[in-house]
């Protein structure tokens, strides 16, 4: 789909990028040609990631800083900018959670979550941005939310729940107002994208993962490769026009609250269609 050199003149902060779904963009992003930062806060990860991301042969460095330390995250740019020249791109993916009754949460243990999900993005947003309008260069900030972000929320994880709603708000009134100054702002919402950091905390048994994996139409999980796609789309100069768009991908998961989706995992298929003939025609 992209040609090779489709990032070649960009260079993009991933937070989170020593591991994961953050890991997995660097990899497509310095493939594509794109110069690659990442940050997080366990150098042994970082390091190990860099060493991986080399491959590519682009510029590739690493950070270790925690989002939640707005200087932290302001010396960190200097480092970038120094070190790489400049920066064009962010994604804000570092994210945490984990599964609790709201109401044995406690107060540390909700600002936690928000501390890293929301002010986190907040803090390399604002660093970013103002770096770029001072620049007076264009740039591009992929959030990525949950497909809970919207509409439904969910319960056990309330304080991402918040946070990520707030991450999408921030996506779609700052798209509005940086939009002057060249700067896009996307979201993309993942359904499941089987990671370590995900998958110890939200599935503490197979009888979690397996309910959880008969719920998506798709009948699988994603590929990292295919959110990485989308992302690297949403990066580049093939979406100049987009802005302030927050793209689901998760297998049709979130579609499961249509009203009369919850048929089809009462009987097979077959089984179903032969109900539906019984009752043709009464
Ligand atoms: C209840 C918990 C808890 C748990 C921590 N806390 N874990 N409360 N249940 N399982 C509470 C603590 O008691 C404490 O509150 C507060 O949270 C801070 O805990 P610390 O361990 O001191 O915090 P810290 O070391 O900063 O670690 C943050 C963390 C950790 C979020 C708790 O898990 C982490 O660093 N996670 C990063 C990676 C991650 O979570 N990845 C998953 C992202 S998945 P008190 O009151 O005692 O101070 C994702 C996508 C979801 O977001 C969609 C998937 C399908």
């Not at 439904?152 to 100054?181: D, H, I, N, Q």
Request: glycine residues 10%.
């Amino acid at each position: 789909m992209f040609k090779d050199n489709t990032l070649e003149n960009e260079t993009i902060l991933i937070t989170g990028g020593g591991s994961g779904l953050g890991l997995s963009m660097a990899h497509k992003f310095a493939k594509l040609g794109a110069d690659i930062a990442i940050c997080g806060r366990t150098e042994e990860k970082l390091e190990k990631a860099v060493k991986e991301l080399k491959e590519y042969g682009t510029d590739v460095h690493y950070y270790v800083a925690d989002v939640r330390d707005y200087e932290a995250v302001g010396q960190m740019f200097d480092g970038i900018i120094s070190d790489m020249g400049k920066v064009t791109g962010l994604v804000n993916n570092a994210a945490g959670n984990f599964l609790s009754a709201s109401e044995d949460l406690t107060p540390g243990g909700f600002k936690a979550i928000v501390d890293i999900v929301l002010i986190g993005s907040f803090n390399c947003t604002h660093h970013f941005g103002n770096h770029l309008i001072k620049q007076k260069e264009k740039g591009n900030i992929l959030n990525i939310v949950t497909t809970y972000a919207e509409d439904a929320g969910s319960g056990f994880v309330l304080p991402s729940a918040c946070s990520k709603a707030g991450v999408l708000a921030m996506t779609r009134s700052l798209a509005f107002e940086w939009a002057e100054y060249d700067i896009r702002v996307n979201a993309i919402a993942p359904g499941p994208f089987p990671t370590e950091g995900a998958w110890t905390r939200l599935f503490p048994t197979k009888k979690f993962e397996k309910k959880y994996l008969d719920k998506i139409p798709a009948g699988r999980y994603g590929n990292h490769e295919e959110l990485a796609n989308l992302a690297s789309f949403l990066m580049s100069d093939l979406a100049p026009y987009i802005t302030g768009e927050c793209v689901t991908i998760d297998g049709g998961e979130k579609l499961s609250a249509g009203q009369f989706n919850f048929i089809d995992s009462l009987m097979s298929r077959s089984k179903l269609k032969k109900v539906f003939k019984m009752m043709k025609g009464k």
